[in-house]
Every structure is written in structure tokens, then in C-alpha cells.
């Protein structure tokens, strides 16, 4: 990939979305996760490159949310424009293989079965995380611990 001179953030729905508006929804989604307990909160946040008038997704980041447990999973373009996807691994989280809890009315299925070490109790680090990817699309404080490639993760479900 080009060294990014021109690019804009965009919410999933495709409205172009500032540092504050993003921090701002995120609030939101957080809070409504801890009211409604079995309902998955999410927020996504596409990196858009703008090169000779062509706009392109070059990354995106993607939050879930389920009652305060935050995923984060980043889908790349890298520089041979071959994709690659990777999911943040919680440091701190226990060594046992324990899983997300299965919710008898949990809404999101793709969240079931999912190893708690795959999640973050940290509100902070994931408003860090927001910032960093405002930046040029800075995922570094992801890829400080994560496993890549969606195959891995999709052997959890």
C-alpha cells in the first residue's frame, strides 16, 4: 500500500464520521450493552483511501460489544492487496479456555462459543484503539496481541 496522503473515516452505513462522533457512538453502543444484556452492541469504522478520485475500503475496524465485553477484529488490505483479518487477544484474560457464556436469548450468534480471552473489559484501551485508527489507520496497540486470519477464529464457533 501507498503511503496515505488522502483518506477520510466512515462509519459502516457510509456517513463520513470525526474522532469525537466515533468516540461518541462507541459510548453509546457501551452503555446500551450493559442496559440490554443479551443484545450485541456493534460499531465499525471503515478506512477510506481516496487515490485519483477512487475510494476504496483499505481497512476497517470492527467493535462488538455484549454486556461490557468488547471484541475488536481489524480486515486489512495489505501491500500486495491481499486481505487479511485479525483479532485482538486479551493479555490479562485467564488461561483456561473458557468461553463466552451461552445466553439462552443471545441475539448474536456469531458471539457464541467465542474464548473470553477474546475479549476486553477495558473501555480506555478500546478509546485508545479508536484514536490510533483516526491516525492513518493505526492498529498497532491490536497487533500487540492478536491471532490473524479469520479460519482461527472461525474454529471457536
Known sequence: MCKRTNYYIRQINGNKVDLEEALEMFEIKYKKSLKFKYVSQGAGLDLIDVVENNHYISKSLSIKILNGKISLEVFDEDEEEDYEYYYYINPNAPIALTYYPNYPDLIDNNLH?????????????????????????????????????????????
Do not use: H, S
Open 113 to 157: 462459543k467465542v474464548p473470553l480471552n477474546m475479549f476486553i473489559e477495558d473501555k480506555e484501551f478500546v478509546c485508545e484503539v479508536i484514536k490510533d485508527f483516526f491516525d492513518k489507520g493505526n492498529t498497532e496497540k491490536i497487533k500487540e496481541n492478536y491471532i490473524k486470519n479469520k479460519w482461527i477464529m472461525d474454529k471457536y464457533k
